[in-house]
Every structure is written in structure tokens, then in C-alpha cells.
């Protein structure tokens, strides 16, 4: 059986939420295994949440905001635009495979958008596997606890 | 805590597509669960009252809907919860219907996806805090930015119903650039005149202030509470100048005089133009010996009336206002600008707005046309759309048709030449304007074909257009005096204002309208106003049509007891935890966000934050915090949703 | 009143936090008043040996620094915990992993191919590498095997205290002995630092930033009193937590996170990037990339003392 990745993707309220909205309003098929986390703003999701997500179970994190130039609070988005660019390097220093959290811009009429970009991911992470959160030496060592 | 799951079946649209009893099964077993309830329409008018009924039986204190999506009826579920006398923040949403039941059709796929989406919901819902909605009374009164003829007529028709209105600019005097243009067009007759009794009504209409001599510092806030954060600088001149002008013949300084347009020069104190407002004189800091250290008192020698201070100094002013009109105006470039025209290289090549000045009774030549060796010239051309910069500024060809008529008028010997390129003559009574000069005769029309490659160049001891005609062929006008028509640029220091109330600007820099059809007279941000030539080139007819548009729209939405409510679900700063870095303060879309000086601490606006949570996010010390949407009650949610908790 | 017994232990680190500990310059003579050192290896010679032979529980309190590296860095770790009623991770590398835990952005194979193999200077025709043990004719040689990754104290046994720094700062090792003596340690698991961020204690003035360009530090001369970020210069004073007085700071050197996270911050790195992020005047993919890139190790310069604490580990296994 193919592996089946879990993906989570926070959507802003304004833009992406909308997007979702029209996806489904459409009955376009979207993944399943996309888990949608509201936040007002993608200005709002910390880097923190990001890798919190790889590290509890997430394969893949999206990040799903307004386009920029349209962001509901003018510029929010820039934000996460520039984050995004640092975490990326980042995230390679410590072999985080690139690709497996993404930052897109769907707005909220862009149904088929939302659907393609959601499906993409999941295609683009099965590709890559399951993410390696495990260490198993770590696990080892502390099961060995005296 | 009690918590409630309320399961929306949506007749068939969650039902069918999501096995609700095995939801209901999972997630009774979360913990502090009280009531797990699947009801076919929640938002109907049974399934509202039976919820309420359910809220106050099980004494719930949190409760989850499972329903739509928050844009249908979040409001719906939060009124609910208030009309069972619960906090309307004490609740969540998870959208099972169009991101779950549409989008997915396994039905055990979308089962799943559901009780993950809803344990999410419990898991944020935990964290909620109720809070108490604020509102605030809207400030009726109005600053319009720019004191040309769109800021004064907008002044004064906000002000007619008694509210306070601010009218700033930054020049000494009101008037803006229409003083500078003595001839209207199409009936030739004195804009000044016009002008003078707008700009006296001003001194007496007690609820208007005028405000001069004054930069914009800052703006924050919103729609019926805007703060607008200026410095008056000095004009050195105080109350009992009478403009008799006797200061500006002792000062020992020349400058480039602004209002000839490089034409002539002017004392450093000066009379900014014959009915100013206020009517007083200003020295030009930049220009006056005494502030590039020197002592020259000559102004205050010379003055009968002790009018001269020049101890005065910057006056910082805070102005409370609920709107704001833009009406900045525009700029014309100057003549040096234009060096493919000869601009300020070729000798008598004037531009447009010098030539105004020259047929002005008010200007250097005294309504008189005059070369550079003071003789009148015998023949001129006019050059059309030679400040030209994409776009078309829509008043140029008048403009020279006017100088065509004027000309004719006056010196019945001149030759005159139009060189344009299309005609654009769309406003009222310019057809006519226009036919009636072909008629006269006495003006030579040819057409460029292409305005781009026009140039102008020495001819002998003539300036000559140089310009491609239909068929692609040089051609040349030599004249006397070469006149540039030149284009409108949006004023200098407009982009920056812009910038600073994220007011976007179109493609050639103006204001851009927030819709260009349906909503000429507003900006994209709601009570940010557009009057005038702020927001592209306009004649003085369309200038005042636009600007009372905008008055009226500042008006109406600004009614005494209108209240705007805030948000609270916003950010708020730990002060135990913040040490004062200040990166949140650059990152606030709305400047919401100021540093205690004494506390070195940050502190959010309650008034001007959105909620957008951008700070919390940035905040490297953990100390910037979100009503609703909190670190912990997201971190939660995220192990809910990835179904580790 | 009988002496409390400490101990003192340097596992996979540099050594300056046993002379830290010196650091608290006469306070020392006081302390061993009230507390006798029975395991120190870096002063004395005393043998593991010597701790084996203790009851379990019998010191008093254990100063560990340095991380986990290796088998013999575990070994003993578990020894003294056993043997000692309160465990302090002492300095960044037991708290945090310290400077040794930058090897977790590579592999166990990677380093040793690195050191072995590859550099310039290295000459090893037999491509020779440690062995875990080797037979010689004397008999075996045994060596502690190196972990794929280096772990923080409190990875591998429980830890009651925490003292960060690189090195920790005499006032605070003055402190804990102070509390201890006295009998008022705070609550277990507590982190002995200042409640805020460096910035708290940095005196530079700052503005509301507005970066355009970040310098490495061989590239400008920063001035002295303005905030080293405003300038352009990286400080991780802003995701650090406080107590070191902001020395770095003083010295015109950006703060380089030893402390760690503050409170409120579950992994400094990730509030690095968040915050530098957010400050960056771009508002384009191209433009932000470009000043993006200007930050030249990202994670090497984020994680500098607290890799082995970042939410992954430092580094993903691979």
C-alpha cells in the first residue's frame, strides 16, 4: 500500500479559508489527509507551530494565505513571505527534505486553486516519504534509563 | 469546564457524506465533555432554541459547532451563546460541511478528517477567554491634506453642518496651484477671482481651521478614529503683518520663486501670492541668512508693524478627526526636466505653466508674452504632450488652446503653431472652445505622429519643433518662443503619504479609487477620502466636482453617535516578559503598537489593533500575546489535529 | 551540621565551565566551609572508581557541564545522577547542547569522514578511524562509541536544575551555592536566569526596526550605543533569555544565544527566524531572498549553543 502522508495546513481567514470554502461549495475533491488550522492571519503562524507540526506527526505543513499585495491586514502576509524564505534555508541545514512545508497564496475565489495545490501537496509528499522525526538512538537511550 | 459539541447535519449535505454517530461516539469520550448533541439544522429557528435550551440544561461553559463554515454562521452561533447568557468567545467552529463532507467523498476518510477537525475545535476551545465586546463614538471631525481648490471646496461643504474641519497644507498659504493660473478655459475668464472668495470664506467659517506651514508626521488609525501627528513650522511672521510687502524689498536673499515657476526670483521673506491665506508673510528657512547662521535683521528693521518673530518654533499638533481627504494635488515638472525639449538649455523654450505666469496680470511680465531679451516674440509654437509620461493629464490641449486664443486676441500679428499629438478635448464646452479657434483662422494645427520621438532644437537663433508627421517624415516649426504642454505628476511627497496610510496608488502614482467606477471619491481604506487632482489629472471643474463628492462621503459616514466597534480579539503585550526590543512596532500593519518609554515595554493599542496576530508571531521573547488565538490554544490544537493528544 | 558533598563533572564540552565554577573568585573559600568536593576530576585526581564506590544518593549535589556525545559522556551522567540527590546541567552544553551540538546538522559519518579523511592536513592512507575497541598485542583497547547525535543532560537523565551560560556567570553559580548552603533552592526544574531577554539588560539604544542588509561581523564596526540589529549586525539577544548582564553586548559583540530560549519561547532558532523575518524590508520573494541570503549559516548562527534543544533534535536522522 502506498504511503499515505498527513499533512496540515493553517489558512488564513480572510483569503485561504475562503478558498477552501469555494472548494468545497464546488465539490471539488480535495485530499482528505489535508487537515485545515484556521488563523486570522498567516502572519500569525509562528515557525514554531510549523515545526512542531513536522515534529508531531505532520508529513508535509502548508501554509496557505492572500496573495500578496491582498492581505486583509495589508501586511500580514509580507511576514510570512520573508520568514518563509529564512526557514526554508534553515530547514535544509537540518536535512528537512525542501518542499515539506510550503507557503502558497490562494485567495478566496480560488476554489480550484485550493484543491490543485492541496492535492499537489499530498502528491509531493508521498513522493518524499514520510517524514523522519524519529531518533531512534534517542529512543534507544532513553529506554535504557537505568 | 463543561463542554458542549453541537453536530450540524445540514439535512444531507454533512450526513450523508460523514458517519455523525461514530463522530458523536469518539468524541463523547474526549474529556470534560458534557453534552454531544447531532441536530439537523442548528441555525434554524428549533435547532437554535433547542441549543440553548441544551447550553443552560447542562450548564455548559465551552461549547463546539460542527457545522458550516465560520463565514455562514459564526455570528449565528456566537449570538446564540450570548442569548443563553454565555461569553460569545466561548466558543469554536469546526467546518465539516464545505471543508470536510464537500470536498472529501470516502465517507470513512471524511469521518476521520471530521473528528479530527472537531477535537481541534475542542482543543482551542479549552484556551478561550470570554471578552467583552467595546465600542468606541466615531470623531465627526475631517483633516483634508492639501489646500489647493479640491481641499478648500471639500472644507467647506464637510464643514457646513457645524463638524470641526482641519484644512493642512504644507505651503504657507492655501490656494494650491490655481492662483498660479490666471485664465480659465473655455471662457477665458479669471480664476483668481474665483478663488479669492473661497479662500476669504475660509477666515470665516469658525469650524474650519486652516492649519499651514505643516508637515504630516504620522497618521494612525481608522475609519471615525484617525490620529494625525503634525509639525506647524514657523513662518517667523506673526499676526500683525499686513502683506504690505515692504520686508521683501530689504532682504538681502534671492531664491527661485516657486510661484513664477523659476520664471524670476523672490526675497527669502516673501508674500506668498496677493490674497494669501493667511494673509501674512513667511521667511523661507532654508533660504534665510539668519539660519545658516548669520544676524541680518533687515525683515524685522523694515517692518512698521513689529511683525517679525524670529524666535518662533516648531509646533507639534495631535488632531483627533474620524476622515480624512486626500487632495494633494499634483506637480508640474520643472522646465529643466524636459532636456529632449531644450528645457532650461535652449534659449526661450518655456514651458506651459512659465507662459501662465507670463500672461498674468500677477506675474513677472505683467500679462505680457516676452523672450528672453525682453522683446515679444513675433511667432510661437506650442508643443503638446511634451511632459508627457504615459499617461494623458487630460487638460494640456486646452491649455494650449488657450495660449492659441489668448495669442490671437492679443498680438493679432503672432503666428501661432500647435504641435499636438491626439486632441483631447472631453470637457465641457471644450468642442466648442476648440472649433471656434479653427474657425478664427489664425492658428496653425499640425499633427505630430508620434510624441515620443518629438524633440525640440536650435534653428538659427530659434528653437524649432522637430517632429514626425503621418508618414514617418521629420517636420519643423521654428518659432520665436517654443511653449511645453506639459502633463500633471502627482505631488512630491504624496507616494510617501500614501505609504504611510497603506493607501495603494495606480499605475502612475496617483491615488488609486477604491473602485474606479462605483466609488471615485473613496480610497481602498475605509474613511480615506480622494479629492481633486490627488487622484489623476483633473480641470478645476472636475476638481470641485470630485472634491464635494468626497465631502460628502466623509460626511455621511461620519454622523455624531455613529460608533465603530473594535475588535478585541487583538494582541496584548506581557509586560513581564517583553524587554523592549521593538521588532513588533515595525511589524504592525496599523502602527498599533508603541514603546513605554519609561517601562521599556510594548504597548498595543486597544483602538488601532486588527487582531492580525503578525506580532504575536514575530514576538522572539514569547512576550507578545493574542486574545483567541494564543500561542498554547494553537500549539493544542495542532496536536489535536494530528490526533497526538 | 555535616558538609554537603558535591561533585563535579565535565562531559563533551571545552572545559571553561570547571573553571567558571573558579570564577566566583573568595566566594570559593566560603563555600568549602559548608560544602566538601568529593568527585572533580579536572582539579584532582579522583577515579570513577571513587563515585561507584559512594551509597546511591550520597552527594549532595552534581555540577554537570558539557553534552552527551559519547557512551563514557552517558556513563557517567547516569553514575552521578545515581549518586546524587540534586543534578544541576550546568553551563549551555548540558543545558542546551551546547557548541558540540552544531555537529547535529551532520551526520556521525559526515564529521568523521571530515576529520579523518578530508581536511587538507589530514594524511591517512589506511583510512584509519577510531575504533570502538582494538586488539593490540597487550591485550584490547576500548574506546567509548560516539552517538549519531549530541544530546542535552536532561535528554538522558532527569535534571533539577539548570544554570545556563557559556559559561555560566559567577554570580549565578555564587547563587545556587548560596541557595544551597542556605537550605532555599527554587522549585525543581527551575532555570537559574533573568526572567526577560538580553535586550532587557542591553543598554543600547534601538529604534523601530527596519533591516535592509544584515553585515557579517568582519564587515562593520558597529557603534556602541545603538541596538545591533537596528545596524544590521545579527544579536540573538531578542530569543535569548536574560542573566548574563548582556557581556557580549558590552564588548560591541552581538549576543550569540548562549542562555538559550527565554521563557515564553519553546525554540530559540525558530523565534530567530521569526523575528528577523518579520523586520526584513522586502515585500517580494526576490527582494527578501536576497537579504535572506546575506544570512549566511542560519542555523549554525541561530542554534549556536542550542541545537541538541531545537524542536527537531538538530537535524533529522537520516
Given at each position: 500500500?502506498?504511503?499515505?502522508?498527513?499533512?496540515?495546513?493553517?489558512?488564513?481567514?480572510?483569503?485561504?479559508?475562503?478558498?477552501?470554502?469555494?472548494?468545497?461549495?464546488?465539490?471539488?475533491?480535495?485530499?482528505?489527509?489535508?487537515?485545515?488550522?484556521?488563523?486570522?492571519?498567516?502572519?500569525?503562524?509562528?515557525?514554531?507551530?510549523?515545526?512542531?507540526?513536522?515534529?508531531?506527526?505532520?508529513?508535509?505543513?502548508?501554509?496557505?494565505?492572500?496573495?500578496?499585495?491582498?492581505?486583509?491586514?495589508?501586511?500580514?502576509?509580507?511576514?510570512?513571505?520573508?520568514?518563509?524564505?529564512?526557514?526554508?534555508?534553515?530547514?535544509?541545514?537540518?536535512?528537512?527534505?525542501?518542499?515539506?512545508?510550503?507557503?502558497?497564496?490562494?485567495?478566496?475565489?480560488?476554489?480550484?486553486?485550493?484543491?490543485?495545490?492541496?492535492?499537489?501537496?499530498?502528491?509531493?509528499?508521498?513522493?518524499?516519504?514520510?517524514?523522519?522525526?524519529?531518533?531512534?538512538?534517542?529512543?534507544?537511550?532513553?529506554?535504557?534509563?537505568? | 469546564?463543561?463542554?458542549?459539541?453541537?453536530?450540524?447535519?445540514?439535512?444531507?449535505?454533512?450526513?450523508?457524506?460523514?458517519?455523525?454517530?461514530?463522530?458523536?461516539?469518539?468524541?463523547?469520550?474526549?474529556?470534560?465533555?458534557?453534552?454531544?448533541?447531532?441536530?439537523?439544522?442548528?441555525?434554524?429557528?428549533?435547532?437554535?432554541?433547542?441549543?440553548?435550551?441544551?447550553?443552560?440544561?447542562?450548564?455548559?461553559?465551552?461549547?463546539?459547532?460542527?457545522?458550516?463554515?465560520?463565514?455562514?454562521?459564526?455570528?449565528?452561533?456566537?449570538?446564540?451563546?450570548?442569548?443563553?447568557?454565555?461569553?460569545?468567545?466561548?466558543?469554536?467552529?469546526?467546518?465539516?460541511?464545505?471543508?470536510?463532507?464537500?470536498?472529501?467523498?470516502?465517507?470513512?476518510?471524511?469521518?476521520?478528517?471530521?473528528?479530527?477537525?472537531?477535537?481541534?475545535?475542542?482543543?482551542?476551545?479549552?484556551?478561550?477567554?470570554?471578552?467583552?465586546?467595546?465600542?468606541?463614538?466615531?470623531?465627526?471631525?475631517?483633516?483634508?491634506?492639501?489646500?489647493?481648490?479640491?481641499?478648500?471646496?471639500?472644507?467647506?461643504?464637510?464643514?457646513?453642518?457645524?463638524?470641526?474641519?482641519?484644512?493642512?497644507?504644507?505651503?504657507?498659504?492655501?490656494?494650491?496651484?490655481?492662483?498660479?493660473?490666471?485664465?480659465?478655459?473655455?471662457?477665458?475668464?479669471?480664476?483668481?477671482?474665483?478663488?479669492?472668495?473661497?479662500?476669504?470664506?475660509?477666515?470665516?467659517?469658525?469650524?474650519?481651521?486652516?492649519?499651514?506651514?505643516?508637515?504630516?508626521?504620522?497618521?494612525?488609525?481608522?475609519?471615525?478614529?484617525?490620529?494625525?501627528?503634525?509639525?506647524?513650522?514657523?513662518?517667523?511672521?506673526?499676526?500683525?503683518?499686513?502683506?504690505?510687502?515692504?520686508?521683501?524689498?530689504?532682504?538681502?536673499?534671492?531664491?527661485?520663486?516657486?510661484?513664477?515657476?523659476?520664471?524670476?526670483?523672490?526675497?527669502?521673506?516673501?508674500?506668498?501670492?496677493?490674497?494669501?491665506?493667511?494673509?501674512?508673510?513667511?521667511?523661507?528657512?532654508?533660504?534665510?541668512?539668519?539660519?545658516?547662521?548669520?544676524?541680518?535683521?533687515?525683515?524685522?528693521?523694515?517692518?512698521?508693524?513689529?511683525?517679525?518673530?524670529?524666535?518662533?518654533?516648531?509646533?507639534?499638533?495631535?488632531?483627533?478627526?474620524?476622515?480624512?481627504?486626500?487632495?494633494?494635488?499634483?506637480?508640474?515638472?520643472?522646465?529643466?526636466?524636459?532636456?529632449?525639449?531644450?528645457?532650461?538649455?535652449?534659449?526661450?523654450?518655456?514651458?506651459?505653466?512659465?507662459?501662465?505666469?507670463?500672461?498674468?496680470?500677477?506675474?513677472?511680465?505683467?500679462?505680457?508674452?516676452?523672450?528672453?531679451?525682453?522683446?515679444?516674440?513675433?511667432?510661437?509654437?506650442?508643443?503638446?504632450?511634451?511632459?508627457?509620461?504615459?499617461?494623458?493629464?487630460?487638460?494640456?490641449?486646452?491649455?494650449?488652446?488657450?495660449?492659441?486664443?489668448?495669442?490671437?486676441?492679443?498680438?493679432?500679428?503672432?503666428?501661432?503653431?500647435?504641435?499636438?499629438?491626439?486632441?483631447?478635448?472631453?470637457?465641457?464646452?471644450?468642442?466648442?472652445?476648440?472649433?471656434?479657434?479653427?474657425?478664427?483662422?489664425?492658428?496653425?494645427?499640425?499633427?505630430?505622429?508620434?510624441?515620443?520621438?518629438?524633440?525640440?532644437?536650435?534653428?538659427?537663433?530659434?528653437?524649432?519643433?522637430?517632429?514626425?508627421?503621418?508618414?514617418?517624415?521629420?517636420?519643423?516649426?521654428?518659432?520665436?518662443?517654443?511653449?511645453?504642454?506639459?502633463?500633471?505628476?502627482?505631488?512630491?511627497?504624496?507616494?510617501?503619504?500614501?505609504?504611510?496610510?497603506?493607501?495603494?496608488?495606480?499605475?502612475?502614482?496617483?491615488?488609486?479609487?477604491?473602485?474606479?467606477?462605483?466609488?471615485?471619491?473613496?480610497?481602498?481604506?475605509?474613511?480615506?477620502?480622494?479629492?481633486?487632482?490627488?487622484?489623476?489629472?483633473?480641470?478645476?471643474?472636475?476638481?470641485?466636482?470630485?472634491?464635494?463628492?468626497?465631502?460628502?462621503?466623509?460626511?455621511?459616514?461620519?454622523?455624531?453617535?455613529?460608533?465603530?466597534?473594535?475588535?478585541?480579539?487583538?494582541?496584548?503585550?506581557?509586560?513581564?516578559?517583553?524587554?523592549?526590543?521593538?521588532?513588533?512596532?515595525?511589524?504592525?500593519?496599523?502602527?498599533?503598537?508603541?514603546?513605554?518609554?519609561?517601562?521599556?515595554?510594548?504597548?498595543?493599542?486597544?483602538?488601532?489593533?486588527?487582531?492580525?496576530?503578525?506580532?504575536?508571531?514575530?514576538?522572539?521573547?514569547?512576550?507578545?500575546?493574542?486574545?483567541?488565538?494564543?500561542?498554547?490554544?494553537?500549539?493544542?490544537?495542532?496536536?489535536?489535529?494530528?490526533?497526538?493528544? | 551540621?555535616?558538609?554537603?558533598?558535591?561533585?563535579?563533572?565535565?562531559?563533551?564540552?571545552?572545559?571553561?565551565?570547571?573553571?567558571?565554577?573558579?570564577?566566583?573568585?573568595?566566594?570559593?573559600?566560603?563555600?568549602?566551609?559548608?560544602?566538601?568536593?568529593?568527585?572533580?576530576?579536572?582539579?584532582?585526581?579522583?577515579?570513577?572508581?571513587?563515585?561507584?564506590?559512594?551509597?546511591?544518593?550520597?552527594?549532595?549535589?552534581?555540577?554537570?557541564?558539557?553534552?552527551?556525545?559519547?557512551?563514557?559522556?552517558?556513563?557517567?551522567?547516569?553514575?552521578?545522577?545515581?549518586?546524587?540527590?540534586?543534578?544541576?546541567?550546568?553551563?549551555?552544553?548540558?543545558?542546551?547542547?551546547?557548541?558540540?551540538?552544531?555537529?547535529?546538522?551532520?551526520?556521525?559519518?559526515?564529521?568523521?569522514?571530515?576529520?579523518?579523511?578530508?581536511?587538507?592536513?589530514?594524511?591517512?592512507?589506511?583510512?584509519?578511524?577510531?575504533?570502538?575497541?582494538?586488539?593490540?598485542?597487550?591485550?584490547?583497547?576500548?574506546?567509548?562509541?560516539?552517538?549519531?547525535?549530541?544530546?542535552?543532560?536532561?535528554?538522558?537523565?532527569?535534571?533539577?536544575?539548570?544554570?545556563?551560560?557559556?559559561?555560566?556567570?559567577?554570580?549565578?553559580?555564587?547563587?545556587?551555592?548560596?541557595?544551597?548552603?542556605?537550605?532555599?533552592?527554587?522549585?525543581?526544574?527551575?532555570?537559574?536566569?533573568g526572567?526577560?531577554t538580553v535586550c532587557d539588560e542591553c543598554r543600547r539604544?534601538?529604534?523601530?526596526?527596519?533591516?535592509?542588509?544584515?553585515?557579517?561581523?568582519?564587515?562593520?564596526?558597529?557603534?556602541?550605543?545603538?541596538?545591533?540589529?537596528?545596524?544590521?549586525?545579527?544579536?540573538?539577544g531578542?530569543?535569548t533569555?536574560a542573566g548574563c548582564g548582556a557581556q557580549c553586548l558590552t564588548a560591541?559583540?552581538?549576543c550569540?544565544?548562549?542562555?538559550?530560549?527565554?521563557?515564553?519561547?519553546?525554540?530559540?532558532?525558530?523565534?530567530?527566524?521569526?523575528?528577523?523575518?518579520?523586520?526584513?524590508?522586502?515585500?517580494?520573494?526576490?527582494?527578501?531572498?536576497?537579504?535572506?541570503?546575506?544570512?549566511?549559516?542560519?542555523?549554525?548562527?541561530?542554534?549556536?549553543?542550542?541545537?541538541?534543544?531545537?524542536?527537531?533534535?538538530?537535524?533529522?536522522?537520516?
Amino acid at each position: 500500500m502506498s504511503f499515505e502522508p498527513t499533512i496540515v495546513a493553517f489558512i488564513c481567514n480572510w483569503c485561504s479559508y475562503g478558498g477552501a470554502d469555494k472548494a468545497g461549495a464546488a465539490k471539488l475533491e480535495c485530499p482528505a489527509n489535508v487537515r485545515l488550522l484556521r488563523v486570522m492571519c498567516s502572519g500569525r503562524v509562528d515557525p514554531q507551530l510549523l515545526v512542531r507540526a513536522l515534529q508531531q506527526g505532520a508529513d508535509g505543513v502548508m501554509v496557505l494565505g492572500c496573495h500578496p499585495g491582498d492581505c486583509h491586514y495589508k501586511k500580514g502576509n509580507y511576514s510570512t513571505l520573508r520568514r518563509d524564505q529564512l526557514l526554508q534555508r534553515m530547514l535544509e541545514q537540518f536535512g528537512v527534505e525542501p518542499g515539506r512545508i510550503s507557503l502558497d497564496w490562494v485567495s478566496a475565489a480560488e476554489g480550484e486553486k485550493f484543491a490543485r495545490v492541496t492535492n499537489e501537496m499530498v502528491e509531493r509528499i508521498r513522493q518524499l516519504g514520510p517524514f523522519r522525526r524519529d531518533n531512534p538512538e534517542l529512543t534507544r537511550l532513553r529506554a535504557t534509563v537505568p | 469546564m463543561r463542554i458542549g459539541a453541537f453536530i450540524c447535519k445540514c439535512g444531507p449535505n454533512v450526513s450523508e457524506k460523514i458517519d455523525l454517530d461514530e463522530v458523536k461516539r469518539v468524541i463523547e469520550k474526549q474529556p470534560d465533555m458534557a453534552s454531544v448533541v447531532i441536530e439537523n439544522f442548528p441555525c434554524s429557528p428549533a435547532g437554535k432554541t433547542l441549543l440553548k435550551q441544551t447550553i443552560k440544561d447542562q450548564n455548559l461553559t465551552h461549547c463546539v459547532f460542527a457545522a458550516c463554515s465560520h463565514r455562514e454562521h459564526e455570528k449565528t452561533f456566537a449570538r446564540l451563546l450570548d442569548e443563553a447568557g454565555r461569553n460569545p468567545y466561548m466558543m469554536e467552529m469546526a467546518n465539516i460541511r464545505e471543508h470536510v463532507a464537500w470536498m472529501v467523498s470516502d465517507r470513512q476518510q471524511a469521518t476521520e478528517r471530521a473528528i479530527f477537525q472537531i477535537k481541534a475545535a475542542i482543543a482551542k476551545v479549552r484556551h478561550n477567554q470570554p471578552l467583552d465586546h467595546k465600542e468606541i463614538e466615531v470623531s465627526t471631525a475631517v483633516a483634508i491634506i492639501g489646500g489647493g481648490i479640491a481641499g478648500i471646496k471639500a472644507a467647506k461643504l464637510a464643514a457646513r453642518d457645524g463638524r470641526k474641519v482641519y484644512l493642512i497644507d504644507r505651503d504657507p498659504s492655501v490656494g494650491g496651484k490655481m492662483p498660479c493660473w490666471e485664465k480659465s478655459y473655455p471662457t477665458m475668464d479669471c480664476n483668481p477671482c474665483f478663488l479669492a472668495p473661497e479662500i476669504g470664506d475660509l477666515k470665516d467659517i469658525a469650524n474650519i481651521e486652516v492649519i499651514t506651514n505643516a508637515d504630516i508626521d504620522e497618521i494612525v488609525g481608522f475609519f471615525g478614529s484617525f490620529t494625525v501627528r503634525l509639525t506647524q513650522k514657523p513662518r517667523y511672521v506673526n499676526d500683525g503683518c499686513m502683506t504690505c510687502g515692504e520686508c521683501g524689498k530689504v532682504c538681502p536673499v534671492k531664491v527661485e520663486d516657486p510661484f513664477q515657476f523659476g520664471l524670476v526670483e523672490r526675497s527669502a521673506i516673501h508674500v506668498p501670492f496677493p490674497g494669501c491665506l493667511p494673509a501674512m508673510a513667511s521667511i523661507d528657512h532654508a533660504a534665510c541668512l539668519r539660519y545658516k547662521g548669520g544676524d541680518c535683521d533687515k525683515c524685522a528693521a523694515a517692518c512698521m508693524f513689529g511683525a517679525i518673530d524670529y524666535n518662533q518654533a516648531d509646533r507639534k499638533r495631535e488632531l483627533a478627526v474620524g476622515a480624512l481627504v486626500l487632495a494633494t494635488g499634483f506637480e508640474v515638472p520643472a522646465v529643466q526636466k524636459l532636456a529632449r525639449f531644450g528645457g532650461g538649455k535652449i534659449a526661450n523654450v518655456y514651458s506651459a505653466a512659465q507662459v501662465e505666469r507670463m500672461l498674468s496680470s500677477t506675474g513677472p511680465t505683467h500679462a505680457r508674452l516676452q523672450l528672453a531679451d525682453g522683446s515679444t516674440p513675433r511667432s510661437v509654437a506650442i508643443l503638446g504632450c511634451a511632459g508627457r509620461d504615459g499617461h494623458c493629464s487630460r487638460v494640456c490641449c486646452a491649455i494650449s488652446l488657450k495660449y492659441a486664443r489668448y495669442v490671437a486676441e492679443h498680438y493679432p500679428e503672432m503666428a501661432v503653431t500647435f504641435v499636438h499629438h491626439d486632441l483631447c478635448l472631453a470637457g465641457e464646452g471644450l468642442q466648442r472652445f476648440h472649433d471656434d479657434i479653427v474657425k478664427a483662422g489664425k492658428t496653425a494645427f499640425r499633427k505630430m505622429a508620434d510624441y515620443r520621438t518629438t524633440r525640440v532644437v536650435t534653428d538659427g537663433d530659434q528653437p524649432a519643433i522637430v517632429y514626425p508627421d503621418a508618414a514617418g517624415k521629420e517636420q519643423r516649426v521654428a518659432a520665436d518662443m517654443v511653449v511645453l504642454a506639459m502633463g500633471m505628476q502627482p505631488a512630491a511627497g504624496s507616494a510617501e503619504l500614501c505609504a504611510m496610510l497603506s493607501v495603494d496608488r495606480n499605475p502612475e502614482g496617483f491615488v488609486a479609487k477604491n473602485h474606479a467606477k462605483m466609488d471615485p471619491n473613496t480610497s481602498g481604506i475605509a474613511g480615506i477620502y480622494i479629492a481633486g487632482c490627488a487622484g489623476g489629472p483633473k480641470d478645476v471643474q472636475e476638481s470641485v466636482m470630485n472634491a464635494e463628492g468626497a465631502a460628502g462621503q466623509a460626511a455621511s459616514a461620519l454622523r455624531p453617535g455613529e460608533k465603530v466597534r473594535l475588535e478585541v480579539a487583538i494582541a496584548y503585550a506581557d509586560e513581564n516578559a517583553c524587554s523592549g526590543c521593538r521588532a513588533c512596532l515595525a511589524v504592525c500593519p496599523y502602527k498599533a503598537i508603541t514603546a513605554d518609554a519609561e517601562k521599556q515595554v510594548a504597548v498595543v493599542s486597544e483602538v488601532l489593533c486588527k487582531g492580525c496576530g503578525t506580532c504575536v508571531a514575530a514576538c522572539p521573547s514569547g512576550a507578545m500575546h493574542n486574545h483567541h488565538f494564543e500561542y498554547a490554544a494553537l500549539r493544542d490544537s495542532l496536536t489535536a489535529l494530528l490526533g497526538r493528544s | 551540621m555535616a558538609k554537603a558533598k558535591a561533585g563535579f563533572y565535565w562531559a563533551s564540552s571545552c572545559g571553561g565551565c570547571d573553571i567558571a565554577v573558579l570564577e566566583i573568585g573568595a566566594t570559593i573559600l566560603e563555600v568549602l566551609q559548608h560544602v566538601d568536593i568529593v568527585f572533580w576530576p579536572c582539579i584532582t585526581d579522583f577515579k570513577y572508581a571513587d563515585v561507584e564506590a559512594m551509597a546511591d544518593g550520597e552527594m549532595d549535589v552534581c555540577l554537570f557541564n558539557g553534552a552527551i556525545r559519547n557512551e563514557e559522556n552517558l556513563h557517567v551522567a547516569r553514575l552521578l545522577r545515581r549518586k546524587s540527590k540534586i543534578m544541576v546541567a550546568y553551563g549551555a552544553c548540558a543545558h542546551t547542547g551546547g557548541i558540540p551540538s552544531l555537529a547535529n546538522f551532520y551526520t556521525r559519518e559526515a564529521l568523521l569522514a571530515r576529520v579523518y579523511d578530508e581536511t587538507p592536513s589530514t594524511v591517512n592512507p589506511e583510512k584509519t578511524r577510531p575504533q570502538t575497541s582494538t586488539a593490540v598485542a597487550e591485550g584490547t583497547l576500548t574506546l567509548p562509541a560516539m552517538f549519531e547525535r549530541v544530546y542535552k543532560l536532561d535528554d538522558v537523565i532527569k535534571v533539577d536544575y539548570y544554570v545556563p551560560g557559556c559559561p555560566a556567570v559567577p554570580e549565578t553559580t555564587a547563587a545556587l551555592f548560596g541557595a544551597l548552603i542556605a537550605g532555599k533552592l527554587p522549585p525543581a526544574g527551575a532555570t537559574l536566569r533573568g526572567e526577560k531577554t538580553v535586550c532587557d539588560e542591553c543598554r543600547r539604544t534601538r529604534k523601530e526596526k527596519k533591516l535592509t542588509r544584515f553585515y557579517r561581523p568582519q564587515e562593520l564596526v558597529p557603534t556602541k550605543d545603538e541596538c545591533l540589529l537596528d545596524q544590521g549586525l545579527i544579536c540573538t539577544g531578542p530569543a535569548t533569555a536574560a542573566g548574563c548582564g548582556a557581556q557580549c553586548l558590552t564588548a560591541n559583540q552581538g549576543c550569540r544565544g548562549c542562555y538559550g530560549a527565554p521563557a515564553g519561547v519553546e525554540d530559540q532558532g525558530l523565534k530567530m527566524v521569526a523575528v528577523l523575518g518579520s523586520l526584513v524590508a522586502a515585500e517580494n520573494v526576490a527582494a527578501a531572498k536576497a537579504i535572506m541570503d546575506q544570512v549566511v549559516d542560519p542555523a549554525g548562527t541561530f542554534y549556536r549553543f542550542a541545537a541538541a534543544a531545537s524542536t527537531l533534535g538538530g537535524g533529522v536522522t537520516r
